[in-house]
């Protein structure tokens, strides 16, 4: 099973982001199965959190008496258990810190999403984006109700104006402290809930890659820009590792100033994949080209769309060159845009261009204007 993960501070002091990787083999009654368990966690607050989960967690979950006869129960009793082992420990430590977790566990049949937080796991299946996960935050309508059931209440900087991350393992304040931080409110239950939320996925011959990763990259880009990104670099490069990285280095030139952590792990290395398809070039300035293009009124922001115009600028280009080429005098610049021929190639009907762009158009024009000079001379 192949993965690579890369991870940045971004323009933080401090990096509170951690992840965990596991790959291991177990004992079914249709003979020995790999499993791959893949995990990010996000912290806040400080890393105590994060980093405490990122040691123990998998190994908690491993041990849970119905793993992994029952993953999603074992995954659901793990995170609640653990949440009020790490509350204990960071009473301990006399820390408030928190983090989010995505955990995914890939077998060869399915695959098991369990989400606390709003870090987020995407599927590429057949090239498509699938979300795997759905952010807790202060941006979803039904946490944001269960936040004021529960006696919060809720701003533009998230819950009591303090957090928008609205699950999280830890964050003792937003739990057992929460009289002491709010003495004025009559909380009903806790503000922040560790509760996951698990999505369970039978596995497809289309499934491609998996993209785990905390908000700092999310907040920069949506789940197919992602996807598309990653899908480029396999293509070009077969590694997830730098696929990763890719995606890191895009999500921090758009403005991304949080820490960030990615994993992308391959589910099926289709033949696709394993073939060298996009040679050379820079994925991350292509991408980026592309998505100008879109804010600015292109109406397709795929590959086809910015290669059309790619093709268009070098096939008129090309054209004016022959021009050059045909004439003893040599024009001094080329065509403006509003020249018949550039705005007959955009706005022709597809017989005029297919007319236009037949390969002896030229050759035929080179013929005509030579018998229309040789007969001047007679």
């Not at 249709?30 to 980093?51: I, M, N, Q, R, S």
């Not at 992994?68 to 430590?93: G, Q, V």
């Not at 596995?203 to 907040?219: K, T, V, Y």
């Not at 600015?296 to 004016?320: C, K, M, P, T, V």
Request: glycine letters at 6%.
């Amino acid at each position: 099973m192949e993965f690579g993960v890369h991870s940045v501070a971004g323009k933080r002091k401090q990096m509170e982001d951690r992840y965990s990787t596991k790959v291991i083999e177990i004992e079914t009654k249709d003979g020995k199965e790999t499993l791959g368990l893949f995990a990010v966690y996000d912290g806040h607050g400080g890393d105590f959190a994060a980093d405490y989960c990122s040691k123990h967690f998998t190994e908690t979950l491993l041990q849970h008496s119905l793993f992994p006869t029952d993953i999603s129960t074992a995954l659901k009793e793990t995170c609640e258990s653990f949440d009020a082992r790490l509350l204990e420990e960071s009473l301990k430590m006399k820390t408030y810190s928190g983090c989010t977790l995505n955990f995914i566990l890939v077998g060869s049949q399915c695959l098991y999403c369990c989400n606390v937080g709003d870090s987020r796991a995407v599927l590429c299946r057949g090239g498509v984006a699938i979300a795997l996960s759905k952010d807790h935050n202060i941006s979803n309508a039904a946490e944001v109700s269960r936040v004021k059931q529960a006696g919060g209440f809720i701003t533009h900087r998230g819950i009591n104006d303090y957090m928008s991350v609205t699950r999280a393992l830890g964050d003792l304040d937003l739990k057992g402290h929460k009289q002491k931080m709010f003495p004025h409110l009559d909380f009903k239950s806790d503000l922040v809930i560790a509760t996951p939320d698990i999505f369970v996925i039978d596995l497809e011959p289309d499934d491609e890659f998996l993209i785990i990763a905390s908000d700092g990259l999310w907040c920069r880009m949506n789940d197919s820009e992602a996807v598309k990104i990653t899908l480029k670099t396999l293509r070009q490069y077969g590694s997830p590792k730098i696929a990763a990285k890719t995606l890191i280095k895009t999500a921090l030139s758009m403005g991304s100033t949080d820490n960030i952590t990615v994993v992308v792990v391959v589910v099926h290395r289709q033949e696709l994949m394993k073939d060298v398809t996009v040679h050379g070039g820079n994925i991350f300035g292509s991408f980026q080209r592309s998505r100008k293009m879109t804010e600015y009124g292109n109406d397709s922001s795929d590959d086809s769309g910015h290669g059309s115009r790619l093709i268009l600028n070098a096939f008129q280009s090309a054209e004016w060159k022959e021009i050059s080429l045909l004439k003893k005098n040599s024009l001094s610049s080329p065509p403006d845009a509003s020249c018949t021929s550039n705005k007959d190639i955009s706005t022709a009907s597809s017989e005029e261009s297919k007319h236009k762009k037949e390969p002896n158009a030229w050759s035929r024009f080179v013929n005509t204007y030579k018998k229309k000079w040789s007969k001047r001379k007679e």
